[in-house]
C-alpha cells in the first residue's frame, strides 16, 4: 500500500464508527478503511454510521453524498447485547466472537454482556447455539452518529486492537509451547536406543513427524511475525 493511500486509510478509519460488525464486507473497519483508499470499496458500505457517516466519508474524499447500500443493512437505533442467563451454558462461543471484549464470563459459567462496551455489532448472535442472546435498542428514535459519539468509537476501537494484540500474543505463546514439546519429544526420542531395524525405523518416522511440527511451529511464528509487522 503506497504511503498516499495509506494516510487517506488513517483518515477514514477515524470517521468509521469502530463497531467492527463486518456489515461493510470487510473484516473490521480498518480493512474498509483500506478498501475505500484503494478503490475497492465504495464509502456507503457502513450502517453503523448511517447517512451521516456516508456525509463524513464522503466530505473526506470530495465525493456527493450517496444513499446507504442496503445490501450491507439498514440504518437502525443503536442496539445492545443482552444474554437470558436462564438459558445460558457457558460455551463462551459469544465471548469469542466479540470484537471489543465486552462479554464477561468463563466456560461452562454464566456470561454476561457488559452494555457499556457492547458496540452492538450483533457478531455474538448467530453463533450462540442455544439463542440466548437477543439485540435491544438503546436509543430509540436515533441513529448512526446521533447513536454514537466520537469518544465512544475511539474507545472501542482501543478495546479492539488491544483484543487482537491478546489473542496474537497467545497464538505465539501456545506455538512456543508445542515447539518446546516438540522439541523435548525429539530429544527423547534421540537418546533411545533402538536394538532393532524395525524399532530403528519407528524411531527415525518418529523424529520425521516430530521434526515436521517443530518445523511448522517455526513458519507460524514467522508468519505471525510478518503480519504484525505489516
Known amino acids: 500500500m503506497n504511503p498516499q493511500a495509506s494516510a487517506l486509510a488513517d483518515q477514514l478509519e477515524n470517521l468509521l464508527p469502530q463497531t467492527q460488525c463486518t456489515k461493510c464486507g470487510y473484516p473490521d473497519c480498518r480493512a474498509y478503511a ?8 465504495l464509502y456507503n458500505q457502513c450502517p453503523p454510521g448511517g447517512a451521516q457517516g456516508v456525509a463524513r466519508l464522503a ?3 470530495g465525493e456527493p453524498v450517496i444513499p446507504l447500500n442496503p445490501a450491507n443493512g439498514n ?12 438459558l445460558c451454558i457457558g460455551c463462551t462461543l459469544c465471548i469469542q466472537a466479540c ?3 465486552a462479554i ?6 454464566m456470561h454476561t454482556v457488559l452494555p457499556q462496551l457492547c458496540t452492538g455489532c450483533d457478531l455474538c448472535v448467530p453463533p ?3 439463542d440466548c442472546i437477543t439485540m435491544v435498542e438503546v436509543t430509540p428514535g436515533r441513529t448512526g452518529w446521533d447513536a454514537w459519539s466520537q469518544p465512544e468509537a475511539d474507545a472501542a476501537r482501543a478495546r479492539y486492537v488491544a483484543r487482537r494484540k491478546r489473542l496474537q500474543r497467545e497464538r505465539e505463546e501456545n506455538e512456543a509451547r508445542l515447539a518446546a514439546k516438540a522439541a523435548a519429544k525429539l530429544r527423547e526420542v534421540e537418546a533411545q536406543s533402538a536394538a532393532t531395524p524395525d524399532e530403528q525405523a519407528e524411531q527415525q518416522r518418529k523424529k ?23
Open 34 to 41: 483500506v478498501a475505500i483508499a484503494e478503490g475497492q470499496a
Open 59 to 61: 466530505g473526506l474524499l
Open 75 to 86: 440504518e437502525r437505533p443503536r442496539p445492545v447485547a443482552l444474554i437470558d442467563e436462564s
Open 99 to 101: 470484537p471489543v471484549d
Open 104 to 109: 464477561a464470563g468463563a466456560a461452562k459459567q
Open 128 to 130: 450462540c447455539p442455544v
Open 208 to 230: 520425521a513427524i516430530i521434526a515436521a511440527a517443530i518445523e511448522r511451529a517455526r513458519i507460524k511464528k514467522e508468519e505471525m511475525a510478518a503480519r504484525s509487522k505489516a
